[in-house]
């Protein structure tokens, strides 16, 4: 079983960046669709970002123009490139192939945006 671990969350201002790392255990290459979740208190887990094995992204309404997902199949890792972050976008920030059955859920990393 394949374990995602997140890093590179943190503390930053409103309008600062930040940079998620998604380490997988195991090989992403044959993984056709990875995605980064969040999930804030008191709110259900909603997708953020996705891209697909060729490349292709799509984002939530919410981030689009601010957040860039990548991938290095070479690394196993997937990241997150936050920019203009917002009080909004404080959460638990989680990766995960896009899959009628997802990899067990890693520990997630927490983001908390100041105004």
């Known amino acids: 079983q394949v374990q995602p671990v997140e890093s590179g969350g943190g503390l930053v201002q409103a309008g600062g960046s930040l940079r998620l790392s998604c380490a997988a255990s195991?090989?992403?290459?044959?993984?056709?669709?990875m995605a980064w979740y969040r999930q804030a208190p008191g709110k259900q887990r909603e997708l953020v970002a996705r891209i697909t094995s060729s490349g292709i992204t799509n984002y939530a309404n919410s981030v689009k123009g601010r957040f860039t997902i990548s991938r290095d199949d070479a690394k196993n890792t997937v990241y997150l490139q936050m920019n203009s972050l917002k009080p909004e976008d404080t959460a638990v920030y989680y990766c995960?192939?896009?899959?009628?059955?997802?990899?067990?859920w890693g520990q997630g990393t927490q983001v908390t945006v100041s105004s």
């Open positions: 195991g090989s992403i290459f044959s993984v056709n669709y």
């Open positions: 995960n192939k896009v899959s009628a059955t997802p990899w067990s």
